[in-house]
């Protein structure tokens, strides 16, 4: 996905958005599992309240396709 502004708000959109003539920005949010210890997992019991966010910022210097990643956790920590 891209996040987009408009009306004074972030959303969500599957429209590549270009910024400044220069960046693209997108965004990925991944499903996360636990292993039987509870510990982030490439395969185990799915966690409903964990989600990886993985965001990139891509742009072209000199001919050159160049990009930066990050990836972050976020999990409900109230649970109830």
């Not at 990886?52 to 409900?76: H, I, Q």
Request: hydrophobic share 40%; no cysteine.
């Amino acid at each position: 996905y891209y996040l987009a502004f408009s009306g004074g708000q972030w959303g969500a959109t599957t429209s590549p958005q270009v910024i400044d003539s220069l960046f693209t920005r997108s965004f990925i949010v991944r499903p996360v599992s636990r292993d039987a210890s509870y510990n982030i997992a490439p395969s185990g019991a799915a966690d409903a309240d964990t989600r990886k966010v993985e965001v990139s910022v891509g742009w072209n210097e000199r001919g050159r396709d160049l990009s930066v990643t990050g990836a972050a956790y976020f999990t409900n920590l109230f649970l109830e």
